[in-house]
């Protein structure tokens, strides 16, 4: 279990071994190599900042099942792996106990252990499951769902009381969200004393003294709460206590003594909105933290404030800058703070100097998430199109990035992988609007293809210059022989707010414009693609986007629409999160001078027009966009005698999260999508 050593790496910028020239590697990525890929976790630096641990995710196929271990990478790319790979098994949760020792866990057990040792030691059994679990001297701090102001235990014995009928019962409509139904167990923030490496005493709920504490939102992570590093201070955000509404989203930043010592204390206060992702300077006497000023909106700018835990007193810092930040990260010597920024299709890292706000990009292109301080340095994760994510060390002084990490290296070694192209023309409103192209292996200029154009949820969302593992990655379908195209309409995040904004009440329109004259222009442009074997495939958004296409062209052979949706009105009346639609369509569907919003790009109204063969997919416990909007328009095309095709999930939600569901989903996707375009794919489906 230990000692299994890679060979080192250390390689110049972003993995070029992986995107070598399509001759060479005539592979296809296929789907059942695609989903066998290594995924990486969150990078966890030692103290002394020369090993950075972190977890491997893999998916057996031939097993049914996936395994998660824990590496230590040095500065120099050399791995060791630390915990054992088995299947259906994850050594989860990896942090530092100190520069010689780590922790996990494993099965909700905490296990410690020195790197040289070979067993590890039991540090701490919960009686119900924890999560987002880190260590300060002498203390432990994590996550767990109780009962309200119930401890562990109790929260134990009250769950395994047998009731003999089913039912829930609500008298609010914050009944569900996102696929689960409300019950009274709710993630609170708890920490325990260690002594000797062992628990001793119970468990403090940090959070017992909140007010009437509600959020049926809360989700921790460790990205949601932090703790400083002296142990003395957690921060977290949550909704506000007079705030609990399914239509409002005022979510304060609290900070609290770990120790439970005193009551929570709301830093945000006077604030209204979502504040997000507070962060600890290195002393411990700043938090800084990411705010939406306007309520019930969660896609408005992301604005960086500061707050003093000494004075109480709040800052605002670069609230002229026209981008929003992700994450916060603050320097050594707390002059700046290095935030993850979305900006025109990639995440850059910025630097951000607090005191007067001027900042500067640290990368410029690919996806960089994840940002932990290695000394005076960083490190982070980074992909691209055509590289998956690897960690990166970043330094400060002169820019330069190394890949620490090249875990897909071998598997993708004779594999096409295409890089991103990216294009811009004239879209509504007469902006310029921008979009990214994948080509198919053996491209060859005088041959014509086929053209895959994958439409991105949010809608507030966007494609990014990125290597994902969802149902949207380019290259997936470039390997099947489709052109993939992504195109960022009007309400594409990274542009800048106003283009965000915009397509507030104009759902199919600015970005069903959008979307055609970009195909258009790319048909100008090109004459390798196919205008008559062109398909559209969506999720969320992109499927409500779908289905509008189904219902004003008929340009495409077929469609391919996930979690979509067909009524506007009937969303409203279903979903969880009301400020959504309330925000997007300008109120409620009740109020007449509202309705005409919910009826304009409605694709229902215009269900007379649908024509176009669709694949609808739809996960049962998907409460954000519900079955029905699936079951609606496929009734109806095969009502009308259409080809049409249902594929059901009765175990996802608004994702599709088991990689075997994954696998069917790729498989009957490109099975639609190639039978209707009469295209061979280059390699055989199960
Ligand atoms: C595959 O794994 C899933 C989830 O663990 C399980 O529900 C399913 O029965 C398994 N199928 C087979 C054929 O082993
Ligand atoms: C480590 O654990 C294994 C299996 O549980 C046991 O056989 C072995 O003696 C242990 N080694 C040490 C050094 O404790
Ligand atoms: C939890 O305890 C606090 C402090 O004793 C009290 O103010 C609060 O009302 C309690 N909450 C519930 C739901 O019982
Ligand atoms: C947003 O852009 C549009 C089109 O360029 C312009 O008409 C509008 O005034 C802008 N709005 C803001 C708030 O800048
Ligand atoms: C039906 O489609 C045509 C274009 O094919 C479009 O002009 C018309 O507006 C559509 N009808 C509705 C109700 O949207
Ligand atoms: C696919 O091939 C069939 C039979 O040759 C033909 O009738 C049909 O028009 C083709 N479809 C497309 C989209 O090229």
Redesign the pocket.
């Known amino acids: 279990m230990h000692g299994y050593l890679c060979i080192g790496i250390y390689l110049l910028q972003a993995l070029t071994c992986v995107s070598a020239s399509p001759s060479r590697n005539s592979q296809p990525l296929d789907i059942r190599l695609f989903h066998s890929l290594n995924r990486i976790g969150l990078p966890v630096v030692s103290p002394d900042a020369t090993k950075v641990l972190f977890t491997q995710a893999r998916y057996i196929h031939d097993d049914n099942n996936s395994e998660t271990f824990i590496n230590v990478v040095d500065l120099a790319g050399e791995i060791e792996q630390l915990t054992p790979a088995k299947g259906g098994e994850t050594y989860g949760n990896p942090l530092w106990f100190d520069k010689e020792t780590i922790g996990f866990l494993h099965k909700n057990k905490l296990y410690r252990r020195g790197l040289d040792e070979a067993n590890a030691t039991t540090v701490y059994s919960p009686v119900i499951d924890i999560s987002s679990v880190s260590y300060r001297p002498g203390r432990l701090v994590f996550v767990a769902s109780v009962y309200p102001n119930a401890t562990l235990v109790q929260t134990k014995d009250l769950a395994a009381v047998k009731k003999r009928d089913s039912a829930l019962i609500y008298d609010n409509i914050w009944v569900r969200h996102w696929d689960e139904w409300m019950s009274l167990r709710k993630p609170t923030l708890f920490s325990v004393k260690l002594e000797d490496w062992k628990v001793v005493g119970k468990e403090t709920n940090l959070l017992q003294n909140l007010p009437a504490f509600h959020d049926p939102l809360l989700r921790w992570s460790l990205d949601e709460h932090t703790v400083d590093r002296q142990g003395r201070n957690a921060a977290f955000t949550v909704r506000t206590p007079e705030d609990g509404q399914s239509w409002t989203t005022n979510v304060g930043v609290y900070t609290v003594p770990v120790d439970g010592a005193d009551k929570p204390r709301l830093l945000s206060s006077g604030i209204e909105g979502i504040s997000s992702a507070p962060a600890f300077s290195a002393d411990g006497r700043w938090l800084a933290w990411l705010q939406i000023k306007e309520s019930a909106y969660e896609s408005g700018q992301k604005r960086i404030y500061v707050g003093d835990l000494v004075s109480g007193k709040v800052a605002a810092v670069a609230h002229d800058w026209d981008r929003s930040p992700q994450s916060l990260v603050w320097s050594q010597d707390g002059i700046s703070l290095y935030a993850v920024v979305a900006d025109s299709g990639n995440n850059n890292v910025y630097v951000v100097d607090v005191e007067s706000g001027r900042r500067k990009p640290l990368t410029d292109t690919g996806s960089a998430s994840a940002v932990r301080l290695l000394g005076k340095d960083l490190v982070l994760l980074q992909s691209n199109t055509d590289s998956p994510v690897d960690i990166h060390r970043l330094d400060i002084s002169t820019g330069e990035r190394h890949a620490l990490t090249a875990v897909n290296q071998k598997a993708l070694k004779n594999v096409y992988i295409g890089s991103a192209e990216d294009f811009s023309f004239t879209g509504a409103r007469g902006d310029q609007v921008h979009g990214w192209l994948v080509k198919p292996p053996s491209f060859d200029p005088s041959k014509q293809y086929p053209l895959a154009c994958l439409i991105h949820g949010g809608p507030q969302q966007c494609n990014t210059h990125s290597f994902g593992h969802s149902q949207w990655n380019p290259n997936v379908y470039a390997s099947a022989g489709f052109i993939a195209v992504q195109i960022n309409f009007h309400g594409s995040s990274s542009y800048g707010q106003n283009f965000t904004d915009s397509i507030q009440q104009q759902w199919g329109g600015y970005p069903y414009e959008d979307l055609m004259k970009g195909l258009d222009y790319l048909l100008s442009e090109h004459g390798f693609i196919d205008g008559n074997r062109m398909v559209a495939l969506g999720a969320s958004y992109g499927g409500y986007m779908v289905n509008w296409i189904n219902?004003?062209?008929?340009r495409f052979r077929a469609l391919v629409s996930h979690d979509g949706m067909f009524s506007v009105p009937s969303f409203w009346y279903s979903t969880e999160e009301l400020w959504f639609p309330e925000h997007d369509f300008g109120g409620v569907p009740f109020d007449p001078n509202v309705r005409p919003h919910y009826e304009l790009f409605n694709p229902e109204?215009?269900a007379?027009?649908f024509s176009t063969p669709t694949l609808f997919i739809h996960g049962a416990n998907d409460f954000r966009l519900t079955a029905d909007q699936s079951l609606a328009p496929f009734t109806l095309l095969r009502r009308k005698g259409i080809p049409a095709r249902l594929m059901f999930f009765p175990d996802e939600n608004h994702w599709t999260s088991r990689t075997a569901n994954s696998v069917r989903w790729y498989t009957e996707v490109l099975r639609w999508i190639s039978a209707f375009t009469n295209t061979t794919l280059p390699y055989a489906l199960d």
């Open positions: 219902a004003q062209t008929t109204r215009c007379a027009n």
